[in-house]
């Protein structure tokens, strides 16, 4: 099993910046694949970004590309979202997702394990 940890979640004004970690525990040596989603209310999860935990190749959505960048620390068993340029769409539950065989995670359904999620809110 493995367990995720989100943090780093809050409120900000339109224009700024947060910075959210998962950190893994339990068996991360089998993660292959890890990823951050959101839900906003009323709506369903999406895909924001994912990343390869070995070859930190990466892919992220085209509503945050170029603003949001995800990134690792093997070492830590932590992977970061940095979310710059916020708009009050971003406004959402983001959750951290993992996976033990997928190359990336862009769908809910292909991931193993989720975090219990950490809300954002931007406000305009």
């Known amino acids: 099993q493995v367990q995720l940890e989100e943090s780093g979640g809050g409120l900000v004004q339109a224009g700024g910046s947060l910075r959210l970690s998962c950190t893994a525990s339990?068996?991360?040596?089998?993660?292959?694949?890890m990823g951050w989603f959101r839900q906003a209310p009323g709506k369903e999860r999406e895909f924001v970004a994912t990343?390869?935990?070995?070859?930190?190749?990466?892919y992220h959505a085209s509503s945050v590309k170029g603003r949001f960048t995800i990134s690792r620390d093997v070492a830590k068993n932590t992977v970061y979202l940095q979310m710059n340029s916020l708009k009050p769409e971003d406004t959402a539950v983001y959750y951290c997702?993992?996976?033990?065989?997928?190359?990336?995670?862009?769908?809910?359904?292909?991931?193993?394990?989720w975090g219990q999620g950490t809300q954002v809110t931007v406000s305009s």
């Open positions: 997702a993992a996976d033990r065989t997928a190359f990336l995670i862009t769908s809910t359904s292909r991931a193993d394990y």
């Open positions: 339990g068996r991360t040596f089998s993660i292959n694949a």
């Open positions: 990343i390869n935990w070995s070859n930190a190749n990466t």
